[in-house]
């Protein structure tokens, strides 16, 4: 079956064609980074008016892309949750509009599951079960999966993500938005340890996590003395370190308490090659695998969404003929924990 997955959560319109068969067909995504970048954030409304814009020629491109008639869709698959309401609504519109025209199932996809399943779409994938580091704006989870379905939840950040405390550091920097990569590529011409920054809950005996006093503690070395370039590339460089230490040393752990030999990462930062480097060279010498998305596929992005509907509809984990006869009646869930799925 050929699966069409929607993804419009945020900023990112993604597009994807998932074919059960012969995997992933093609894929497009379309990044509103520019448009929002001169009010230092997403904002909902202009999102919301992008995607319905970016949509139709996106769908468009990938069933040209991948030689694909429209008619030769058998399900489409969109984020229902969570993310920004009227982003939502947009590709949920869109979608079941689409399947109802086509006659074909639409399919509700958790934007967390779409992102922890996304490493499976490697061409060596992991195997069940593993741990999962799910690290974006939004999200900081650590999550044991056993199969399809099945998520248990065992820490998470108590206030801001990783990916949100990389942003306003940034901005704390005059770095601007989007703010992870610009302090990552600052991070490299800097030298950690210069400033001493903490390393929140890294001692805490559990797998949660705290970002907000790191990024106070930025703003407060910021404010100290007037940060010459130099100061700003170091400072960079020990929050990076700072950062990624409690994340690397806490999946790990995780890893080690359930003896399981393999880690999943997932999520915008998992593309941070200095976590990346962590991971790689801690797992080593734990004897853990460590699994990443191709980076194209770490951002938001329609691939995940077609391929975590398609192992749902493979696992029996959805009652196709019901969701057929909901025919256009459907909601979003812009808060939704994973584990409710």
């Not at 468009?60 to 399900?75: C, F, M, Q, Y």
């Not at 061409?123 to 989870?141: K, M, N, R």
């Not at 920097?173 to 800097?190: N, R, V």
């Not at 006093?213 to 020990?238: H, I, M, N, S, Y």
Request: aromatic share 6%.
């Amino acid at each position: 079956m050929i699966v069409l997955g929607i993804e419009t959560s945020c900023d990112e319109t993604g597009v994807a064609l998932y074919d059960t068969a012969r995997g992933l067909l093609a894929h497009a995504i379309h990044s509103q980074v520019a448009m929002h970048e001169e009010y230092g954030g997403v904002v909902p409304e202009l999102a919301s008016r992008d995607h319905i814009k970016r949509l139709a020629p996106l769908l468009g491109h990938v069933l040209a892309e991948a030689g694909v008639a429209k008619e030769a869709i058998g399900a489409v698959a969109y984020t229902a949750g969570p993310g920004l309401a009227g982003a939502l609504l947009t590709g949920a519109s869109f979608a079941e509009g689409l399947a109802l025209s086509l006659g074909v199932p639409a399919l509700p996809v958790h934007h967390l599951e779409g992102h922890l399943l996304s490493p499976l779409l490697a061409d060596d994938p992991a195997q069940f079960p593993f741990i999962a580091l799910l690290v974006s704006g939004g999200h900081t989870q650590i999550m044991c999966v056993t199969q399809v379905g099945a998520y248990e939840l065992m820490g998470e950040s108590l206030d801001d993500a990783a990916g949100e405390a990389f942003d306003k550091s940034a901005q704390l920097l005059g770095l601007g938005y989007p703010g992870g990569p610009a302090l990552a590529k600052l991070a490299e011409a800097g030298v950690a340890g210069r400033f001493k920054l903490p390393r929140p809950m890294l001692a805490s005996g559990d797998f949660n996590f705290s970002f907000s006093g790191l990024k106070t503690a930025v703003l407060t070395a910021a404010r100290d003395r007037p940060l010459e370039d130099l100061d700003r590339a170091d400072l960079a460089a020990e929050f990076q370190e700072a950062a990624t230490e409690v994340l690397a040393t806490k999946a790990l752990a995780a890893c080690r308490q359930r003896r399981l030999s393999t880690l999943v990462v997932a999520g915008g930062v998992g593309a941070n090659r200095r976590l990346r480097q962590r991971l790689d060279e801690a797992g080593k010498r734990q004897g853990v695998r460590v699994c990443y998305p191709e980076t194209a596929l770490c951002t938001d992005n329609g691939a995940m969404i077609a391929f975590a509907a398609a192992l749902r509809l493979l696992a029996g984990g959805y009652d196709v003929a019901r969701e057929q006869q909901r025919a256009g009646g459907f909601a979003v869930r812009p808060r939704w924990p994973l584990q409710e799925i």
